[in-house]
């Protein structure tokens, strides 16, 4: 298939940070990809919480199925605009590699442990991985991915973090755009996580059919679906909701975005890259009908008591595990030791608490909650 100007022409990209040989039957995207697929981070994906935390039920979304619908729905958005397909899949796989155990509560939790040692934000974290904590390659740490799927990756950033990154940091401080693939994959994120949510909320019995027939967005498909076929009922019928959802999003994103594009009629990716606003993104009357989507499952899902109930075992799991090892790094593991060392004699103080934060945020939730047991639980052997 035939790529527009504009896309992140492989010929054109800013290269990797370690200078390697071109692959032979693959292009450098696709290269991107494969090594974010055979990664350590990627694998604990399976066990890291979407919204329900993971041993709650085999059915709900984990970040790993999460990740592989955001980069379906990513590629096709990328073959209706003639963008770069395996940049677009190479950043969604990526997007979710710095999440915490825990989903957004352990996030937050750990930002409040690291405050004084300069924070931690998953986004920053799933840069780092990519970067330097992942080993697997003679070479060099870290995955070497091309600067076009780092850009990708780090979606928003401070300031004061984006002047230490160097290149994928710039266009926070000179405030331009990234490539139309990574303005993609961030919408595809979108549909993916508030549609999918709707599913496993519905399947936990935390919101009700009744409750999200006020949301625009979910009657209309609704009263389609209860019209076409009447007598469709259960599972069957939120399936088909739900898929008509994603599909009329991802419709009007396409449309609305080519509408854009065909305005402004860049001649390549330096054009987008210079743009006031992104091109990418929903028409007026869908932006807003997301938004009606978004402010219903902020109140009626993700502050549900049982979801609350269990970011506050989150919460004081890992702020448990944080006091413990930066009291007594010994109880970690022999190689996070050394690593740790090393960090406390390049940063202090700072870089202990940084190997610490890394340790935890590598955690699935199952094992946060079995370390937690081995080092607080006196009956637990180690």
Not at 365 to 373: P, Q, S, T
Request: hydrophobic share 35%.
């Amino acid at each position: 298939m035939s790529l527009a100007p504009y896309a992140a022409l492989e010929e054109r990209s800013h290269g990797r940070r370690h200078t390697e040989t071109s692959p032979i039957y693959r292009g450098e995207y696709q290269r991107d990809r494969d090594r974010i697929v055979h990664s350590s981070a990627f694998r604990r994906l399976e066990y890291k919480t979407q919204v329900f935390v993971n041993h709650e039920g085999d059915m709900f979304r984990t970040r790993l199925t999460h990740s592989i619908e955001v980069a379906q729905i990513g590629r096709a958005i990328a073959r209706m605009l003639e963008l770069h397909e395996d940049l677009i899949e190479a950043i969604c796989l990526a997007h979710d590699l710095g999440h915490t155990p825990f989903g957004h509560a352990g996030q937050d939790v750990l930002n409040d442990c690291m405050k004084e040692y300069g924070g931690f934000e998953h986004n920053l974290q799933s840069l780092r991985i990519v970067d330097e904590l992942e080993e697997r390659y003679a070479d060099f740490t870290g995955l070497n991915l091309t600067f076009e799927t780092r850009e990708g990756i780090l979606k928003h950033c401070a300031i004061k973090n984006a002047e230490q990154l160097g290149d994928v940091g710039e266009r926070f401080i000179n405030k331009t755009q990234p490539s139309l693939e990574a303005q993609s994959a961030n919408i595809a994120d979108a549909i993916a996580y508030n549609n999918h949510d709707v599913d496993d909320g519905l399947r936990a019995g935390l919101i009700t059919v009744e409750q999200l027939c006020e949301v625009s967005l979910f009657k209309s498909q609704f009263e389609a679906v209860k019209k076409q076929y009447p007598d469709l009922n259960g599972r069957r019928r939120i399936h088909e909701i739900i898929r008509r959802m994603i599909n009329t999003q991802a419709v009007d994103l396409i449309d609305a975005s080519r509408k854009r594009i065909e305005m402004v009629k860049p001649h390549d990716i330096e054009d987008v890259r210079h743009q006031a606003a992104p091109l990418i993104g929903f028409s007026d009357e869908m932006q807003e009908a997301n938004q009606q989507l978004k402010r219903f499952l902020r109140e009626n899902l993700y502050r549900h008591y049982r979801v609350h109930r269990m970011s506050n075992k989150a919460k004081r799991i890992l702020e448990a595990l944080f006091d413990a090892y930066m009291e007594d790094p010994r109880i970690l593991p022999p190689d996070t030791q050394i690593m740790l060392k090393q960090g406390e004699s390049e940063h202090g103080i700072r870089g202990r608490a940084r190997v610490v934060a890394d340790y935890i945020a590598g955690m699935t939730d199952r094992y946060a909650i079995l370390e937690y047991e081995r080092i607080f639980n006196p009956t637990t052997l180690t």
